[in-house]
């Protein structure tokens, strides 16, 4: 599925919900939406490319007659990869510009500050990529009512890394290197880990970084390949897992598998070249 379709698609759904604000809907010129990108920071490939394909299918909404004979407009805020500069983002798309719905984000940390917010005000929102069970549940495990999302969450994908590894790449031995700071690789570590030792694997080296700060991990890497492990879990986003796998194989790690989910992105390739070679992603969606 193309990032197009897959945008389209997270358009129309949010439509389906114009019933929390049906008065509103009506009484506008316009149905506005709001939508939720880092088009700045670390998470920019990511951001921009949702941007113009969101764009891309507005405009053909658009040109078809709209959506209950009115046009949509996008309203489009850079929240720079920070999760306070969303939170301050959502407060003004609902409070100044009167969106209606709000698609984004596309990181679970991200949606996790934001739901607060839009489940107080009553506004509709939905996560493209945000896997953490918590961006829909309240932290006394109560389901938030205006948060949603259309993509699989950590433990589904934590269970098909282990699986992976363990099952069809017959490696038993694994390290993890995570992003300390992140909600999302913070989640995805630990439901990789409990399915790997249920399929009888091991963990011989579980450490940790800092995304945004640290830029250099042959620390943590010559101690993983001391530890002797067979596969590299990178439960992360795109910079920093390019930036270990080029290390890695510069440390001589040539024959370690490395496996990783859905923070994958094209642009990995720019950075760490013919390193990302015996490299596996788990993703929401196929070029098919």
């Avoid at 209950?68 to 489009?76: P, R, S």
Wanted: glycine fraction near 10%; proline fraction near 2%; hydrophobic fraction near 45%.
């Amino acid at each position: 599925m193309s990032v197009l379709k897959r945008n389209g698609i997270v358009l129309i759904l949010v439509l389906l919900v114009v019933g929390f604000n049906v008065a509103g809907v009506f009484a506008a010129d316009t149905i506005k939406i709001g939508y939720l990108a880092a088009l700045t920071g670390d998470w920019a490939a990511y951001g921009q490319t949702e941007e113009k394909s969101a764009l891309l299918a507005v405009d053909e909404i658009n040109a078809q007659g709209g959506v209950l004979g009115k046009q949509i407009e996008l309203v489009v805020y850079d929240f720079r990869t920070r999760a306070e500069d969303a939170v301050n983002a959502v407060r003004r798309m609902i409070e100044e510009d009167k969106v209606i719905a709000i698609v984004g984000a596309n990181g679970s940390g991200i949606n996790i500050a934001t739901a607060p917010i839009v489940n107080r005000l009553k506004v509709p929102q939905l996560g493209t990529v945000s896997t953490n069970p918590n961006v829909t549940v309240d932290p006394n495990g109560n389901v938030y009512p205006y948060s949603f999302r259309i993509c699989f969450t950590d433990p589904y994908q934590g269970k098909l890394i282990a699986y992976f590894a363990a099952q069809e790449l017959n490696k038993m031995n694994a390290a993890i290197l995570y992003d300390i700071g992140s909600d999302y690789s913070h989640g995805l570590r630990e439901f990789f880990i409990d399915s790997y030792k249920e399929y009888g694997g091991n963990i011989v080296a579980d450490l940790a970084f800092r995304a945004g700060t640290d830029v250099d991990f042959r620390a943590q890497l010559t101690e993983i390949r001391d530890k002797k492990a067979e596969v590299l879990i990178l439960p992360n986003m795109g910079k920093e897992m390019a930036l270990i796998m080029k290390q890695a194989r510069e440390l001589g790690m040539d024959d370690i598998v490395f496996v990783g989910g859905d923070g994958y992105a094209e642009f990995m390739w720019e950075i760490a070249g013919e390193a990302m070679e015996n490299s596996y992603w788990i993703n929401h969606v196929s070029n098919g």
